[in-house]
Structures are given as C-alpha cells and as structure tokens.
C-alpha cells in the first residue's frame, strides 16, 4: 500500500513570497490533515478536511493560509505571503478510521 | 484545552542501556494515546497506540504504559540500540474528535 506522498520535500523562499504545498493521500482515506511542526515542537493541525469539505480550520492563519482537496483526493496548502516565522516543517496526513498515517513532509525555509 | 508536555527534551545513552519517555497530558478524557518515531527530515511513523481502556501496549522491545487518572505514559526501550536514535513525540485523541494534541518530543541519542 502505498503511503501518503508529499512535495515538494524542501522549499527555499524569501519573505513576501509564495509558497504551495501538494499532497496526495493513501487511497481511499476519506480524511485528509495539514500540520504545521515548527523546530522543537510538536505537529500544531491546520486544517482538517473530511472528503472535500473543511472539518476544522481554526487554527489555520487565513490571512495569509490557504488550502483545498479538490475532488476529495490530492490536497494543497498555500502561504501567500510568506513571513519568517512559517519556516517549519508541513506534514500532510490521512485516515479512514481515525489512525493517522503522516507523509514525509516538506520543510520549509522563509529567509 | 489538553497540554501535552514530554520531558525530558533531549537523551543520550550509551548502547545497551534502557530508555524511560515521558510524557504527561492535563485532561484525562482521551480516546487513545499513541507514541511516534520521527526521524530528522522525515515524517512520523506511529510505534504503539494504546486505547483509553488499556494499561498497555508491547512490541518487541517497546512498551507503553498509560495511568489516564494521573495523565500519564510511559514509553520504555529496551536495550538500546544506535538505531534508535530519533525524536519520539506522544499524542492523545479525545473521545469526540479525531484531532491529535502533540508533545514537543524527546530526542534520544544512542551512543555506540
């Protein structure tokens, strides 16, 4: 089975820019999460997705974050604009009956 | 809201030596506990789960204990091995939701 995919694995950008993250999850996992892990802390969820729609998104900056799961699959998460302290690591999971399964994630760096 | 503290945050052992993880939660009302392995640069791979109703989990030389009444888990490593040099992070589920409140980790170095 293969497991959830995530790219890139490291972005470099400066502050102000852009930034998107893609995420495809294990087939058939109908719940898909978006975590922020800055350096010495654990995972903080983002944004909870169930099928195509958002479970829970009170955590998510939305000033500046941005996600969607179109057709319920693949996943994006966006920052637009960037600012120094976004510099973790995004880590990109899936369930179908609540076990979580975590992909390798995708550092990044705001210089 | 749950607070999940982990500590201590950093370890290191010579091999062979046992290994002791804690970690404490404040809101005894969870659905499960699960312990993680994250490697640098990797993402995180779920080692033991233990359910609400469960003293214990076992696998192979890993063992969990869990004291929900006094918010408590520990995670043991028997004789340790280079190999498990990683950064091991707890996380609790409530009973009314699939989210995870995570602990900062501890990173565990094994010296050879």
């Known amino acids: 089975e293969a497991g959830v995919a995530q790219s890139p694995r490291y972005k470099i950008i400066e502050k102000r820019q852009s930034v998107a993250f893609w995420c495809n999850p294990i087939s058939g996992h109908a719940t898909l999460y978006w975590y922020q892990q800055i350096l010495g802390q654990g995972p903080k969820l983002l944004i909870q997705f169930q099928n195509n729609g958002v479970v829970d998104d009170s955590q998510l900056p939305k000033d500046r974050f941005s996600a969607e799961r179109l057709k319920g699959v693949d996943s994006t998460l966006k920052i637009q604009p960037a600012k120094l302290e976004d510099s973790a690591v995004y880590l990109c999971?899936?369930?179908?009956?609540?076990?979580?399964?975590f992909g390798p994630g995708t550092r990044l760096l705001v210089l | 809201k749950q607070e999940v503290t982990q500590i201590p945050a950093a370890l290191s052992v010579p091999e062979g030596e046992n290994l002791v993880l804690n970690c404490s939660f404040t809101d005894s009302a969870i659905y499960n506990l699960q312990w993680f392995r994250q490697d640098p640069g990797k993402g995180l791979t779920s080692l033991l789960l233990i359910q609400s109703s469960q003293r214990e989990q076992t696998s192979g030389r890993l063992n969990a204990s869990l004291d929900k009444s006094s918010g408590r888990s520990t995670l043991y490593i028997a004789a340790s091995q280079p190999g498990d040099s990683a950064t091991y992070l707890c996380?609790?589920?409530?009973?009314?939701?699939?989210?995870?409140?995570f602990g900062a980790g501890t990173t565990v170095t094994v010296r050879a």
């Open positions: 999971a899936s369930s179908l009956k609540g076990d979580q399964y």
């Open positions: 996380a609790v589920r409530p009973w009314d939701d699939y989210k995870l409140s």
